[in-house]
């Protein structure tokens, strides 16, 4: 049976949700790292993601500056890392250097792979849309990789306030 919810209230029943790890490159070659939950894959051929990047993250000036970024998949052991890279800002700081994660040339794009990642997706830019208040950004994966290790599993978003598990 179902009550009528204020949408906020209802929203806060969605988790878990998942999380992935955007990576871009700074002009200064900066490794920067976004968390964000709102990604989907929207075509498996040719394979493509959109992933909602609001406007004040620096990670959606450098997809747009470049046209190209990584999507990891971080693992369980991440959840403190992922947390930084999703409640500081890029724009002045080094967070690839501070998140203490290690990185690895990536096969055709110039931002790097997340060496410890259960999966990576190297994307380039195809379009952005605007439906709402939120930048809705394309990109194409050109190439992927997964860790060696099987047993590496994701990270989630349990709950509300970033439960990350
Ligand atoms: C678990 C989690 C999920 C998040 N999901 C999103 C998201 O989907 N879209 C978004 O714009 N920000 C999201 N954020 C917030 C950004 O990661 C945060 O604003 C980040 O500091 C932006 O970094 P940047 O300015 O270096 O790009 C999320 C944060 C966390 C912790």
Redesign the pocket.
């Known amino acids: 049976m179902q009550k009528s919810a204020a949408i906020q209230q209802a929203w806060d029943r969605k988790y878990p949700e998942q999380?992935v790890l955007v990576i871009t490159k700074s002009p200064d070659d900066r490794i920067?790292l976004?968390?964000?939950?709102?990604?989907t894959l929207v075509s498996d051929e040719p394979p493509m993601f959109i992933?909602?990047?609001?406007d004040?993250?620096?990670?959606?000036e450098l997809i747009r500056r470049n046209k190209e970024f990584v999507i990891a998949y971080p693992s369980r052991a991440m959840a403190k890392e992922?947390?930084y890279?999703?409640?500081?800002?890029?724009?002045e700081i080094d967070?690839g250097k501070i998140s203490g994660l290690r990185f690895e040339a990536s096969s055709k794009v110039g931002v790097p792979l997340l060496s410890d990642a259960v999966a990576n997706f190297e994307c380039r830019l195809v379009t952005e849309y605007r439906p709402g208040n939120?930048p809705l950004i394309v990109g194409e994966v050109v190439a992927s990789s997964v860790n060696t290790d099987e047993r590496v599993t994701r990270l989630i978003?349990a709950g509300k306030g970033?439960l990350?598990q």
């Open positions: 999380v920067n976004m968390a964000v939950g709102w990604v992933c909602g990047i609001d004040p993250a620096y990670t959606l992922t947390l890279a999703g409640t500081v800002h890029g724009h967070k939120c978003n970033y990350l």
